[in-house]
């Protein structure tokens, strides 16, 4: 069964600072992955997806992320954060085969102005 | 396009009420339905998931239930309420197993 950890639980950034969030998951084949973003008392966003193909993805609001086989990593980017941003970021896994997706815990980022 | 609607967004329930949240989604056909619910800090956790009319799955054994009596309707319920139901109730759905799931605006539930 596949699984996946978001190593952060809490990241500050100052606004305009970079910004990378960690995900690592575990997973025998090419899984799909994906990164949303909640913000509070809110559903789930969806930011971006890796399906197949291109391993760099482009989602919304500026973020990007890279597939990396030989990590098991889909690190999330940013290159300049904005207070908007502040929100709590989940890293999700889906298999082929199985109906479910596995979620990551969740990594809650703080922006200082 | 496609729309999910969950409702209440918000609910106060004393223990041993009974539950009945409903999520709908419009704009698709035969979708897999989803409810998880989330606690402070602990992540989604799957409760039931549906692929069809009348297929529920659970994940978790509890005090909950679930139904889908028609394909864009999807029933989460409970007959007593415990205090441990309390949390952050969310439904998705997504076409199909390989593509992401498409979250509702969750429903706060508070149980006294």
């Known amino acids: 069964a596949q699984s996946v950890t978001q190593p952060d639980i809490h990241i500050t950034v100052s606004e305009g600072a970079s910004l990378e969030l960690r995900c690592n998951y575990s997973y025998g084949a090419t899984p799909y992955l994906f990164w949303y973003v909640q913000s509070p008392g809110q559903g789930l966003q969806l930011l971006l997806k890796y399906l197949s193909g291109d391993t760099l993805v482009q989602g919304i609001k500026g973020f990007e992320a890279e597939f990396k086989r030989s990590q098991s990593s889909f690190n999330l980017r940013k290159p300049s954060v904005h207070w908007s941003d502040a929100a709590e970021y989940f890293c999700?896994?889906?298999?082929?085969?199985?109906?479910?997706?596995?979620f990551g815990k969740g990594t809650k980022l703080t922006v200082n102005p | 396009s496609q729309t999910i609607h969950q409702w209440p967004a918000t609910l106060v329930q004393p223990v041993g009420s009974p539950l009945s949240l409903e999520c709908t989604v419009e704009g698709t056909s035969n979708p897999n339905l989803y409810w998880y619910r989330q606690a402070a800090g602990r992540g989604l956790q799957l409760l039931f998931y549906s692929v069809g009319i009348g297929q529920i799955s659970s994940e978790v054994p509890q005090n909950l239930s679930a139904s889908r009596p028609q394909d864009r309707q999807f029933i989460l319920s409970s007959k007593k309420l415990l205090l441990s139901d309390s949390g952050f109730y969310l439904c998705?759905?997504?076409?199909?197993?390989?593509?992401?799931?498409?979250f509702g605006d969750g429903t706060r539930l508070s149980i006294l």
């Open positions: 999700a896994v889906g298999a082929g085969g199985s109906e479910k997706l596995v």
């Open positions: 998705a759905w997504s076409v199909n197993p390989n593509q992401p799931q498409h």
